[in-house]
């Protein structure tokens, strides 16, 4: 309880803006949250995935990559982020599909709304088009609890179409 006050808030402060993308610095971040689930008491010699799954915990990426979709569905000022919506009618999945920007520097790459995009796009239409925001994160945990990211860090989100992101 501890620690999802008072350390995790500080992880998670402004992720959409420096979220790390090298695994490096990924892990520099989970230790943090590995060296705290060590300090309950009866968990201390089970590996980090048991011990997440046991305090009910999902990893810091994860959160980062649910913050990011929560992110999203909020109104944004079309000064701060582009996000170029498909004006393609003939789309696969749901009717707000992005466009898969190219860049070539890390810089533009790993932005916010290149960060998102494919991960977006792989969502099923039922969770894109949810009415609040409340019922967009009751449906994208639940989509997303099947996933291996929910316990494991090093795992990455795979979308309905088996996409790798």
């Not at 959409?16 to 520099?28: C, L, Q, T, Y």
């Not at 979709?69 to 079309?78: C, F, L, R, S």
């Not at 533009?108 to 967009?136: C, G, H, M, Q, Y």
Request: positive net charge; proline residues 3%; glycine residues 4%.
């Amino acid at each position: 309880m501890l620690y999802k006050s008072i350390v995790r808030s500080h992880l998670e402060y402004a992720n959409a803006v420096w979220n790390p993308h090298r695994e490096g610095f990924i892990k520099d971040l989970e230790r943090v949250q590995m060296r705290a689930t060590k300090l309950v008491s009866g968990l201390k010699k089970k590996c980090y995935k048991e011990r997440l799954t046991a305090l009910k915990l999902p990893p810091l990426k994860y959160r980062r990559i649910r913050g990011d979709m929560i992110e999203v569905t909020n109104t944004y000022d079309d000064n701060t982020v582009q996000l170029d919506i498909n004006s393609d009618t003939r789309t696969r999945g749901h009717a707000k599909k992005l466009v898969v920007k190219r860049c070539r520097y890390d810089v533009r790459k790993f932005s916010f709304s290149n960060r998102i995009t494919n991960i977006l796009n792989s969502l099923p239409d039922e969770i894109i088009s949810a009415p609040t925001v409340n019922t967009f994160k009751n449906r994208l945990e639940r989509f997303w609890a099947e996933q291996e990211v929910f316990y494991n860090y090093k795992a990455n989100i795979t979308g309905n179409k088996g996409l790798n992101l």
